[in-house]
């Protein structure tokens, strides 16, 4: 229970931080909102009129003050551009970008791990250096790249998958699925990489513990070792690894919503931003660090599932 | 010896590096019979725990056991598959380790370790394992053996982990026990009782063992023989009492006179002058020669052939020529 009470009080802090930071720095960028709302072509006077009815002529931290307590009472301000409620808008949105991030999420855990695993039991000189190579450059090349070869590959030279756009879950599950499998994969080809990286290092590293040699003296066979004994110590570094590659996907989604005219926040954030549209945007920020800081909690709780030593610190 | 439970003959392990392979263990022969412990000393890097892993059949991966026999019994240890291994390990030979810190799996609880072997040996319901297991529990001196049941390794001390592994040990009732160095992590006060527990276990079980440790005191306490080990070899070997007393190689005379005890008080303690020669850089000739006070020409080119003395057995150039002159 304590261990909940700390949880919550730490997303709490973690929740006025973020919400300061990002409405003083976007305070801070040049440009007026009112300046390029109404154009190049408007009068100081007109500015001026939309300014008070904008409220940006009031002190900062009355503003803040009020964007804040707003977001307590389910009202988080309207659009500057679209002049429709910040919270339909982004409810709109929202449920591209948590499908691609829960999407390729699941494709890292679902390609990666097993991948690993067998890379891992697989141990040679050759393996080892192609394998490094691969996962070097499944690393290092951005996320677009993929998106593209796989546009290319699977939407246009097979038509297997559509190349834009999306079908929402409700309307029909495989449309969905398969509209959101390209830019999932794009994403997670690099965090694949590294899941198979770190496991199979991890592997051949718990492989050399003491506890392991003490497996085998029970008489215990080889693939009882890797899954009763060694897999379960691999997956503590794993489950960290995971967790920041999260922040990494919402990120990548950013991109990659564009690679594919998805219309997910990441798209709207870009948009937002350069018409200094601040409601949207702030908000925006605000639900992506929501959603990390959520999924770092459900990560803790694995932790604690998987290691009985940070069960029993409480 | 004709009740031998365990013989080992003529084994040879070399490990295999890029530049060739080197012997770590040579010509080592020796039998362990029912009831009965046989230690083994040497120091650090003698070859000890490469012997344990010979007999328990988990030797390195660049290790290989080139010649010799393990008769187990009336089974070849050395002639099995990895297989026909697993089915003995556990079951009819088990292992000891020194380090009880690192030698549980942190993430599982104590219980489901020990149960563990009998979930692979035999085919025992789960109430009837875990009644097992708790008794073992309990035989090797653990309180409160159903509340320890369901906790981790990170709950219990080092002595407590270490009849946990003792626990394992036993709990397949094996024939043979290999003890590697089982006392050497704990406190003076755990050792002594982590101590006299083999030597009930030894007293009630009929249990024979291999005891090893660079401790003369421990081998004292539990061994009926001992081996004496130095650079991939056997040096000596006889009874633990003989040894101690009649020390017949310049190996085991150095060994025994640098033991500290109370009628040596204000001296310096006796140290082997030198070091154990590494793995590369070991000769044909008997490894000891660069340390040995009583060398001579032939101990650089030949290794002695072990001569029977009444209760032991010394390979050394000192008795072999004296054996030669008739």
Known sequence: MRYFAYKFSSFLMTFILVSVIIFFVFQMLPGNPAHIILGLDADEQQIRNLEIELGLDRPLPERYFDWVTGIFQGDMGESLRYQLPVADIIQDRLPVTLSLTVLSLLLTVVIGLPLGLYIAQKDGKWTSIVLSILTQLGISIPSFWFGFMLILLFGVVLSLFPTYGYVPWSESFFGALKSFFLPSLAIAISNIAVVIRYLRNTILDQAKMDYVRTAQCKGLSEKAIMYGHILRNGLIPILTILGLTIADTLGGSIIIENVFALPGLGNLLIQSITSRDFPLVQTMILYLSIIVVTINFIVDLLYRLVDPRIRSKG | ?326
């Open chain 2, 1 to 326: 010896m004709t009740d031998a439970l365990l013989t080992i003959d003529d084994v040879n392990v070399s490990f295999r590096f890029s530049d060739g392979h080197y012997p770590a263990l040579n010509h080592i022969s020796f039998s362990v019979s029912q009831n009965e412990v046989v230690g083994i000393v040497g120091e650090s890097g003698c070859g000890k725990s490469l012997t344990a892993r010979t007999i328990m059949g988990i030797l390195p991966d660049n290790a290989m056991l080139s010649q010799g026999s393990i008769m187990f019994d009336d089974t070849d240890l050395a002639r099995l598959d990895e297989q026909e291994w697993q089915a003995i390990r556990g079951r009819r030979i088990s292992m000891i380790f020194q380090e009880p810190m690192t030698s549980l799996n942190p993430l599982l609880t104590i219980g489901r370790q020990i149960e563990e072997v009998l979930k692979k040996h035999t085919k025992k319901t789960k109430r009837d394992m875990k009644a097992k297991t708790i008794s073992v529990m309990n035989s090797v001196g653990l309180p409160r053996a159903e509340a320890l049941y369901k906790s981790y390794p990170h709950h219990l001390s080092g002595g407590m982990r270490q009849r946990v592994v003792i626990a394992m040990a036993l709990i397949g009732e094996p024939d043979l026990i290999i003890a590697d160095e089982p006392t050497t992590a704990l406190d003076v006060t755990i050792q002594a009782q982590i101590l006299d527990l083999f030597k009930s276990l030894k007293a009630t079980r009929n249990m024979s063992m291999v005891f090893i440790s660079h401790d003369w005191g421990v081998i004292r306490s539990v061994c009926d023989r001992v081996i004496v080990m130095y650079a991939g070899r056997i040096v000596e070997e006889g009874t633990v009492e003989a040894l101690l007393q009649n020390p017949q190689h310049p190996y085991t005379k150095a060994l025994i006179q640098s033991i500290p005890d109370h009628t040596k008080k204000g001296q310096m303690l006796y140290t082997i002058p030198g070091t154990v020669p590494g793995l590369k850089e070991r000769g044909s000739g008997c490894p000891f020669a660069s340390r040995c006070q009583h060398k001579q020409a032939i101990c650089e080119q030949k290794f002695p052939e072990p001569v029977r003395m009444g209760e032991q057995s010394v390979a050394c150039h000192l008795y072999s020529e004296a054996g030669v002159l008739e």
